[in-house]
């Protein structure tokens, strides 16, 4: 029986992949675990497989390009009940890696190497991937996801095996670091974390790594994971600070260190107000297209939300903020038909007609994102059915 798969992703690693392969299967070893080294080739051309081959490790050729891709074709073909994953470059002792196991054998789901609190040898990492990259990336993750990992992007992680279902892992690139470390945060798994030190990789090629591509990467997913950060933090704030103003500007014009704030400012809140509720509904859209799909996992106060906030309540909330606003219309009307339809003062009628606005175009918004909302929430068979 395989305890252990150690899988490495490789894309010519000729001059380090020998050296990684011995250093594993001394790591092994020493935690006296029964295990495997699994090559997963991404179509090196300067004969890595062979070399890997003639150390007894199995390679299992990959085509699809991608470091996540390479991984998740290393994970299929592992027998292991647990799996390490690290680069073949060398930069990782995979010697020490009775730490990450021991974990494992505790009850831990994933184990992550620190770097940081391992030690970083000098030339082991970019500057600006060491003192801004990754504390960044790293701070965010920690920041949007509630998790205390402290080196989000440390390629020297180790897993149990069976909870790669509930982690449905699919980013090709290298923001597969990322997505495993989220997921595993936002599935409720035991992380924990091992230090571990970092080595100038042995290669005399150009790394594939490109800082500043693959940064944008994980900032993007770590963004396009989170719609309260993305979304719902921004929209409310945006929707807050129209709402304030507006409400501010209601009783007449106002000074602010001898600034004149008038009708002009509130059409910009008003603006505001309507960004921030759009986005707003697109935290919701986001989150409940996420859970339906398995992107993200199914929130207990989500469902709850949303069997109360049905598409006829959506309905009847939307109807009153037009009737809202289409009181606050036949207002104005009425005071410019007291005039006798003649010219008004538009500071003052405006005060009444923006606000109404408003309330058509947030009315009109949620009867749209009612309807919106229950078609996102269709099961298959619901749809079937429907048809």
Not at 4 to 33: F, N, T, W, Y
């Amino acid at each position: 029986m395989v305890e252990v798969s150690v899988v490495m992703p490789c894309l010519d690693e000729s001059e380090s992949i020998g050296e990684c392969i011995r250093q594993a299967k001394k790591g092994l070893g020493r935690a006296h675990a029964q295990g495997e080294i699994v090559i997963a080739d991404n179509g090196s051309t300067d004969g890595s497989q062979d070399i890997a081959r003639s150390l007894d490790a199995r390679v299992i050729d990959v085509s699809r390009k991608g470091y996540g891709s390479a991984l998740m074709g290393g994970f299929e073909a592992a027998r292991g009940t647990y799996i390490i994953m690290g680069d073949a470059d060398a930069s990782y002792d995979f010697s020490s890696l009775t730490p990450f196991i021991e974990r494992l054998r505790a009850g831990d789901d994933l184990v992550m190497g620190n770097r940081f609190k391992g030690g970083i040898k000098p030339s082991a990492m970019p500057f600006l991937n060491r003192y801004l990259g990754n504390p960044v990336l790293s701070f965010i993750g920690r920041l949007f996801f509630s998790s205390k990992i402290g080196d989000f992007h440390c390629g020297l992680r180790a897993f149990r095996r069976d909870m790669l279902p509930k982690l449905n892992l699919q980013s090709e690139g290298m923001e597969f670091a990322s997505e495993m470390v989220v997921k595993a945060t936002l599935n409720d798994l035991a992380i924990s974390e091992v230090p571990t030190t970092l080595s100038p990789a042995l290669r005399t090629r150009k790394p594939h790594l490109r800082p500043w591509r693959d940064g944008w990467r994980h900032l993007r997913f770590l963004l396009l994971f989170s719609p309260r950060w993305l979304f719902f933090y921004p929209g409310v704030a945006l929707m807050l600070l129209g709402l304030g103003t507006t409400v501010a500007l209601l009783p007449g014009q106002l000074d602010i260190l001898g600034t004149s704030f008038d009708v002009h400012t509130m059409v910009y809140a008003s603006a505001l107000t309507v960004v921030g509720y759009q986005a707003i509904l697109f935290a919701v859209f986001a989150r409940t297209y996420a859970i339906t799909v398995g992107f993200l996992p199914a929130k207990p106060w989500l469902n709850e939300l949303l069997e109360r906030v049905t598409l006829e309540v959506g309905v009847l909330a939307g109807a009153l903020l037009i009737l809202a606003g289409l009181l606050l219309s036949i207002i104005a009307l009425l005071i410019w038909g007291g005039t006798g339809f003649s010219q008004l003062d538009y500071r003052e009628t405006l005060r009444i007609v923006i606000p109404a606005g408003t309330m058509l175009i947030l009315g009109v918004q949620t009867i749209l994102a009612s309807f919106f909302l229950s078609i996102l929430g269709l099961t298959p068979s619901q749809t079937q059915r429907g048809c």
